[in-house]
């Protein structure tokens, strides 16, 4: 026969077990509180441009914002943010706290401004996460119609009878059309006057109309005018010739071995971004850029899809880096 139970032990029983049964009937919640704090993105996401709108920045931040809206499951949307050659949206999206702020990274605000600048409001290295590179947008070296040179070498040949005689344009002092045409003077060892207007279309419009020689330019602005014989392309800055211009040569088959320069475009978030989300990021970036509706879209305005992770995206800055660090100490270049 069993023994009897007193009413204290029921009491101390249930107290001991009741504490046990209600942690273990508490576990699915705190499960679901932390998988709750985990499942990111749980709003909108903010994508920064630092550049007005129009041009390849909007063509390929619409792009990757449209793709990424679908794998994240949550609207991705763009914000023009221009200002202090990009300063004032790389320093919005450094010190935001929302967790859901991204921006637009370029050559100009993440491999140039911190070696033109004196002093920044943040460090582009400390103060951001790479996901990312997005795409290239290929720059082309163009003369106007009436300069005597139907390549590259004969321009550096005609450059280098007439040293400082011959001009070309840029859409300003940092710009990327200012970097790509030092960086040519720097391995060519030439001297051609630069003429920084404020924009590329003041720019454009000199070089179509003779009062500029040359420029840097990006494919998509100018590749219309190319075709009409407005403008004469002697090179592209790209690794291998564009499928729009299959018969123009690269800067490197032109006598300059590892010469590259495009303008490229990739997506960086703020160091205190967690690296769930910097994971999931870069996994959807890499699905978006091999969409083929977003590479078809990106392709038909020459810009390159590329989509490759954080390690390699952090890599491609650092070199970007060095090679600008070494080109804006050559050319002394200040911003406007």
Not at 99 to 107: A, E, F, P, Q, V
Not at 152 to 176: T, V
Not at 303 to 314: H, M, R
Request: with cysteine.
């Amino acid at each position: 026969m069993p023994h009897p139970i007193s009413r204290r032990a029921v009491i101390e029983l249930g107290l001991k077990t009741g504490g046990a049964l209600a942690a273990i009937g508490g576990f699915p919640a705190l499960v679901a509180s932390a998988h709750a704090q985990s499942a990111w993105p749980s709003k909108p996401v903010r994508l920064l441009v630092p550049f007005a709108p129009g041009g390849s920045s909007e063509i390929v931040a619409r792009s990757a914002a449209n793709e990424l809206s679908k794998s994240l499951g949550q609207n991705v949307f763009v914000e023009n943010k221009p200002g202090a050659s990009g300063n004032i949206a790389m320093n919005e999206c450094a010190t935001s706290t929302d967790g859901h702020t991204l921006i637009l990274g370029h050559i100009g605000t993440f491999a140039v401004n911190p070696f033109i600048f004196d002093k920044l409001p943040f460090d582009t290295n400390r103060d951001f996460q790479p996901i990312s590179l997005l795409a290239k947008v290929p720059s082309l070296y163009v003369v106007n119609a009436e300069v005597p040179a139907k390549n590259l070498k004969e321009f550096i040949a005609l450059a280098k009878s007439r040293p400082g005689q011959l001009n070309y344009g840029s859409a300003g002092n940092g710009s990327a059309g200012h970097l790509a045409f030092e960086y040519l003077k720097m391995v060519s060892e030439t001297f051609v006057l630069h003429v920084p207007y404020r924009g590329t279309g003041p720019q454009l419009t000199d070089l179509l109309a003779g009062r500029l020689d040359a420029a840097s330019v990006g494919a998509p602005a100018i590749l219309s005018h190319i075709k009409s014989g407005k403008l004469r392309c002697i090179a592209t800055g790209t690794k291998e010739r564009l499928p729009q211009l299959p018969d123009v040569p690269t800067v490197a088959e032109s006598g300059y071995p590892g010469f590259e320069m495009t303008q490229w475009y990739g997506l960086n978030a703020p160091a205190s971004m967690p690296p769930d989300a910097i994971a999931k990021l870069a996994d959807a970036c890499s699905k978006a850029m091999k969409n083929p509706l977003a590479t078809e879209r990106l392709r038909g305005d020459t810009a390159q899809p590329v989509g490759d992770t954080p390690a390699q995206y952090a890599s491609f800055i650092k070199t970007e880096q060095a090679r600008w660090k070494l080109v804006a100490a050559r050319a002394k270049i200040k911003p406007d």
